[in-house]
Structures are given as C-alpha cells and as structure tokens.
C-alpha cells in the first residue's frame, strides 16, 4: 500500500489547492467581464461594424484550429503519384538497363506489342479466373475449338488465342492459365500478364467470390481494366441458390454476373438390365447466349476508348515492371561498391604503418562508401550528414569488435595458410567485415525508403554486428578478397597478380 504523505506536506497541498481554485475563478472572472464588456461595445457599434469585427474573430479562430490541426493530424500515407506513364520515358529507362538484364528484352517486347494488337483494330477478352473454374470449356464452347480440358486444375499451361465469330464481330478470346493461391505462380504471372494486355478481362467464377479472386478484383481495377464478372457451370445450381449468388455477385462487382454453362463432360454411370455398370462421358448442355450478347456488345463500341486504355495499363505494368529491374540493377551496383569498399579497407588495414594511421584511412574510406551508396540511390544528403554517419557508426562499433575479430579468426582457421599470418590479418579480416555490414546496412535502408535514414542504418548496422551467422557468412565471402589482398602485400608479388586484384 503506498504511503500517506506527511501532514505538513498534506497541508502545503490543501494551500496549493485553494491558491489555483482562486487563480481560476479570478481568471474566469475576467474572462467573463472582458467578453461582456467587448459585446457590450459591439452592440454600440454600427452594425457593418459589428459584424466586420465579428467576421474577423470567425477568420482568426477558424485559421488558427486549421493550423493546429494541420500541427497535430495523423500522419497520411503518401499516394503513389499516379501521373501516366509515357512510353518515350519507359523507352529510355529501358535502354538504360544492361543487356544482359532478362526483364529488358521481354518489356521491349511489350511496348512493341502494344502497336501489333493495336494495327489488328480488333476485341481481345482474356478469360480470366481461378484454376479449374470452367474458363476453356468456355472458351471451346464459344469459338467451336478443341481445347484441353479436365477436372484437374492447372490443366491450360500456356497463353492461346482463339477467334470467335460472332455475327459480324470478330474478337480474340485469350484462354489463359488459371490463378491460385500462390501469387509467386510462373502461370499465374503469365495469365495476369495476358489480362493487362486485353481489352476486357472475363472474370469467370464457378461460385461465390473469395479472397484470392477479390484480390485479384482490386489488382485488376487499379489497372482500370473492364472487368465482367461471369457466373459459369450454373446447371450446378437451383433457381434459388443462384438467385441469391447472383445478388451477393452483383453487390461485389456493381455489375451483375453473366450467367452461363461452358458445358465440358460429365461422368455417368449408365446402368443395364444385367446389373453391369458402366462408366460414360456425356457432354453437358452449354449456355453461353448471355456471354455472347455481353461480348458482342463490347465488340458494336469503337475500339479507340478501350485502346488507349489498354495501352495506359500496359505501359503502367511496364513502368512497374522496370522499376523492379532498376532495383535490382541497383542492388547488383551496391553490392559491387560494398564489396569494392570492403577490399579497399582491407588493403588499408594491412599498410597502415603508423599506430592508428589505418582508422583515419578507415574513417575517410567509410566516408567515400557511404556518398558512392547514396549517389547510386540519388539521395543526397550533406557532408556533415555522411560525417555524423560515420562518426556514429564507428561509435556503435566498440561493443561488437570482438565478436567480429572472434568470427574472423575463426574463419581464417578454415583456411590453410591464412590462419597462421597472424594479428594483422586478422585486423584486415575485421575491417573488412565491418565495410560489409555497414554498406549492407545503408543498402537495405536506401532500397527501402530511398533516402539517408541514419537511425535505419544503425540499427542494421548493429544487428549484422551482434550476429554471429551472418558475420560468418561475410568473413566466409571475404576470405578469396583477403587472399588476394595479401598477394599484391607480399615482397614478391608479381605484377600480373597485381593486374588480376
Ligand atoms: N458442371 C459443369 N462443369 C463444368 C462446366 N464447365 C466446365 N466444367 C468442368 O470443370 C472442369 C474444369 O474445366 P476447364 O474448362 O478445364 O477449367 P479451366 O478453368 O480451364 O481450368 P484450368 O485450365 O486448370 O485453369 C472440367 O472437369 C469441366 O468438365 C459447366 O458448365 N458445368
Ligand atoms: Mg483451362
């Protein structure tokens, strides 16, 4: 039980008490005839006056809550900006990328694409949806096609195209593969690739819309892709149950649900008068006339308006697209420069003469790591932002020096020849991991949010250094770098490994 404070603490209390009760009163006191005494005057005044004045305290009060507000208000996450992306642009950044990268070949061929499907001037639906949902007994039911289909799901591996006639329209109808639950899937890459690239996506559904083809809706949508919801293998349903799925559908879609039945084989078991029983394939009855009023009205529009926006998803998905690939690029580049840093700080700690002369090397090396990182992530922040950095990273240093010289001696013991050269390179070893960390650290922290996060950094900084399986990985990666480091060292080094370095 807590104690009772003393009584002559309890009385300065009681005093305190009363003395801001009073100071209260008076100030509420005042308040009040001041407010009187200004209303009082504004009554005498003329009215324009009056209500000028009156109009003035509104703005005041009303300009200062807004500002308090703006002070105050919960932080908004910033919207991507949404400007349209344009080709020249998408170009460019695609030339930028090495040749060698294998996103830049295929995305150049999507912008080429884009004027083939156009020069067609005709209707591309991609028939969209779930593995197994009934998408290419659709699509054979449409165009009169032999297409592989079977209870299995994942059975259309491959994007095809087939034309469906219909009166005097002709539209292309993409059967592609059908989505699951991975979203990592080749295939299902693939067959959102292909409803980007169509006018119209069929969205097509066996039952009741759930998680994974909502997440597929929202994807879709913010593609601005006409998406038609389709309700197919109804003869699976009475009158009363797809009543009620059509109503949920056409909540969830604002747009009711084509109903419809691709047909494919149905098993029966056909009984005959001997008792024997047999098993048979029949085909189904198929029901596509809904489908194909909803196809022909999208082929009586003008294909301009669905153009120019399938040109816009797809080169939005390009944009997207490339900008992973410049991470990736961007990535490979740091890792380069880390590992580049790392061996220069090596070299250093194995010159240095002088005592102390290596961490004045270190520090400006450390420095020239970090601006290289930044520049290549294009933030920039100041010298003394890069100073403090560092400043502060070798302070975090202290407790983790013997973990890591721990680590690299231990590293160097796996390794015939290196473990027996002693304190010195062990140091270098030590350096070199602590380059790495630290480059990693700022790496990862300028991927992530692109710009010089210094509390980010330190904290990477400071987990890599307090982890011993990863600081044995980079003590394991920097042992080839070590040897070579001791090579262009040693008296007789040649010149061509000196070349090699
Ligand atoms: N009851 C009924 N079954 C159907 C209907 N349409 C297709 N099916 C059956 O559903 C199963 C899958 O059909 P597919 O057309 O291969 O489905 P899919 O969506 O192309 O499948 P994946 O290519 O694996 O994604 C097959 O067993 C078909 O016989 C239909 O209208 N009614
Ligand atoms: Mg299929």
Redesign the pocket.
């Known amino acids: 039980m807590q104690a009772r404070p003393t009584f002559p603490l309890r009385l300065l209390l009681a005093a305190i008490l009363v003395l801001l009760a009073l100071g209260a009163l008076l100030t509420l006191t005042y308040a009040t005839d001041a407010l009187l005494s200004i209303v009082d005057r504004l009554e005498r005044l003329p009215d324009w006056m009056a209500w000028g004045l009156a109009g003035l305290i509104f703005v005041v009060i009303s300009a200062t809550a807004w500002l308090i507000w703006q002070l105050f208000r919960p932080a908004q996450a910033r919207k991507r900006s949404e400007s349209k992306v344009d080709r020249k642009s998408l170009e460019i950044r695609l030339d930028k990328l090495p040749e060698q990268a294998t996103e830049r070949g295929r995305l150049q061929d999507e912008l080429v694409d884009i004027d083939r499907r156009a020069a067609q001037s005709q209707l591309y639906v991609a028939?969209f949806?779930?593995?197994?949902?009934?998408?290419?007994?659709?699509?054979?039911?449409l165009t009169d096609s032999a297409?592989?289909?079977?209870?299995?799901?994942?059975?259309?591996?491959e994007i095809r195209h087939y034309r469906c006639a219909l009166d005097s329209a002709e539209i292309t109808l993409a059967?592609?593969?059908?989505?699951n639950e991975e979203r990592g899937d080749a295939l299902a890459v693939a067959a959102r690739e292909e409803a980007i690239r169509a006018h119209i996506v069929l969205l097509?559904m066996?039952g009741d819309l759930n998680r994974d083809i909502a997440a597929e809706l929202t994807w879709l949508r913010a593609f601005d892709k006409p998406v038609v919801p389709v309700l197919?293998?109804?003869?699976?349903y009475q009158d009363a149950e797809l009543a009620a799925l059509t109503t949920r559908l056409q909540k969830r879609f604002d747009h009711a649900p084509v109903l419809?039945?691709?047909?494919?084989?149905?098993e029966v078991i056909v009984r005959h008068a001997d008792g024997r029983e047999e098993k048979r394939s029949r085909p189904?009855?198929?029901?596509t006339k809904a489908l194909e009023a909803c196809l022909k009205s999208y082929a009586a529009r003008p294909l301009g308006g669905l153009e120019t926006s399938r040109e816009r998803a797809i080169l939005k998905a390009v944009d997207l697209r490339v900008g992973d690939a410049e991470a990736e690029q961007r990535r490979v580049q740091a890792e380069k420069i880390v590992r580049q840093y790392a061996r220069r700080a090596m070299l250093g700690a194995v010159a240095a003469v002088a005592p102390g002369s290596d961490l004045l090397i270190q520090g400006t090396l450390a420095t020239l790591l970090l601006r290289r990182l930044t520049e290549l992530y294009g933030a920039r922040p100041s010298e003394v932002d890069l100073d403090n950095l560092v400043q502060a990273a070798g302070g975090r240093l202290r407790g983790g020096t013997a973990l890591v010289l721990a680590i690299a001696g231990n590293a160097a013991k796996a390794f015939p020849g290196l473990g027996t050269l002693g304190g010195g390179m062990l140091h270098a070893l030590a350096y070199g991991m602590i380059f790495s960390s630290l480059g990693r650290a700022l790496a990862d922290t300028l991927h992530k949010t692109g710009n010089l996060d210094s509390a980010k950094v330190l904290k990477g900084f400071e987990q890599t250094l307090s982890d011993k399986s990863t600081l044995a990985r980079q003590a394991k990666a920097l042992l080839p770098l070590m040897t070579e480091v001791l090579m262009e060292k040693l008296p007789d080094t040649s010149q061509k490994n000196r070349d090699s370095a």
């Open positions: 028939v949806g779930e593995i197994s949902t009934g998408k290419s007994s659709l699509v054979a039911a297409i592989e289909r079977d209870v299995l799901g994942g059975t259309t591996r059967d592609v593969p059908g989505t097509v066996d197919t293998k109804i003869d699976r419809c039945s691709g047909g494919g084989m149905a189904r009855q198929v029901q």
